[in-house]
């Protein structure tokens, strides 16, 4: 676990979102994340959840400090609060996180339902591609630059980065082997094409360890050109 992320803040979204990088003795990556959810920034997220995903390779843990989150978990929507514990998320395990508006926030938010708190973590893996402190500060700082610019999210941009993370979006129930399929789908778009179209999983100017991400992307040969690139692009 690098120390140059250790009690590192993040703050994204013009202030509706805040991440404190945790260390871990035995995880992949740790944080808390906290949601401002009066601020007018995350408008935009309430207007349509996030996409359906799994990690193929990592237990995701989940735990509520303050407020209320919903997790959409293999169709079924749990509210969780912190009186809930730990909410472990499986490999493979279809699923995605979203806030809840002030109205629906319980009685234990002690801002009266206007912030939501909530720590993440996941299991260590020897994979390359996976869900560490580097896919999140990139995913993160990608969001956070469509916003601030007005800009539309771009689906290749997201799958080149799902990839990296270890991650991949889901596709809809009807499609054969639907999990496998979204992968080597994701695997496809997201790392072949999205590098043919210069999409690049990692970026200079997010990413706290550029050299990292440099032998990541030395991987794959769709990514390779981008990693001798210390441009703060």
Not at 44 to 66: A, D, N, W
Not at 75 to 88: A, I, M, N, R
Request: neutral net charge.
């Amino acid at each position: 676990m690098a120390a140059p992320y250790e009690d590192k803040i993040v703050t994204v979204f013009d202030g509706a979102l805040t991440i404190c990088w945790k260390r871990h003795p035995k995880r992949d990556f740790a944080f808390e994340a906290t949601f401002q959810l009066d601020h007018p920034a995350l408008a935009k997220f309430r207007s349509g959840k996030p996409p359906l995903h799994f990690h193929p390779h990592q237990e995701e843990y989940i735990k509520v400090t303050e407020g209320s989150l919903a997790v959409e978990f293999e169709g079924q929507e749990h509210v969780l609060t912190s009186e809930d514990g730990e909410f472990l998320v499986k490999p493979w395990a279809i699923h995605r996180l979203y806030t809840l508006p002030p109205s629906a926030q319980g009685e234990d938010s002690s801002t009266h339902g206007n912030r939501v708190s909530f720590q993440a973590s996941g299991e260590r893996t020897e994979e390359m591609y996976k869900m560490d402190y580097l896919f999140f500060e990139n995913w993160y700082g990608y969001q956070d630059e469509m916003i601030r610019d007005r800009k539309s999210i771009s689906l290749i941009q997201t799958m080149s980065m799902f990839d990296a993370g270890g991650s991949y979006i889901v596709l809809p129930w009807w499609v054969p082997f639907r999990r496998r399929t979204s992968q080597i789908l994701g695997i496809l778009i997201g790392r072949c094409l999205g590098g043919l179209l210069g999409y690049r999983p990692f970026y200079r100017k997010w990413s706290t360890d550029w050299s990292l991400a440099q032998s990541k992307m030395r991987t794959s040969i769709f990514h390779w050109h981008f990693a001798g690139r210390d441009k703060l692009e």
